[in-house]
Nanobody, 126 residues
């Protein structure tokens, strides 16, 4: 069974930064598109950012554009989400996700992803 493991969450003040990491624990995902989603209390899970298998293409939700950066290191089999200028409304559980097969597309819909991590909590205080 494929597992994705997120880390790097925590409690920060508004304006500060965090970097989330995602590592597949069972097999490499170096040829898969990857994505980050988040879910705040009482809200549906929403798309945050996605990256192509090569890392050459990325896309972001409007709410995080210019503040968050998704990246990957295929040699280390890692995907990252650098979050700067954090706001209280960024508070959520953040999930890493991967599709089950190769795609050249950037995936922004959660139903396009097959594997999910357990999530890491990010809390931003005002």
């Amino acid at each position: 069974q494929v597992q994705l493991v997120e880390s790097g969450g925590g409690l920060v003040q508004a304006g500060e930064s965090l970097r989330l990491s995602c590592a597949p624990s069972t097999r490499p995902f170096s040829n898969h598109a990857m994505g980050w989603f988040r879910q705040a209390p009482g809200k549906e899970r929403e798309f945050v950012a996605a990256i192509s298998w090569s890392g050459g293409s990325t896309t972001y939700a409007d709410s995080v554009k210019g503040r968050f950066t998704i990246s990957r290191d295929n040699a280390k089999n890692m995907v990252y989400l650098q979050m700067n200028s954090l706001k209280p409304e960024d508070t959520a559980v953040y999930y890493c996700a991967a599709p089950s097969s190769y795609t050249a597309s950037l995936l922004t819909n959660e139903y396009e992803y097959d594997y999910w991590g357990q999530g890491t909590q990010v809390t931003v205080s005002s």
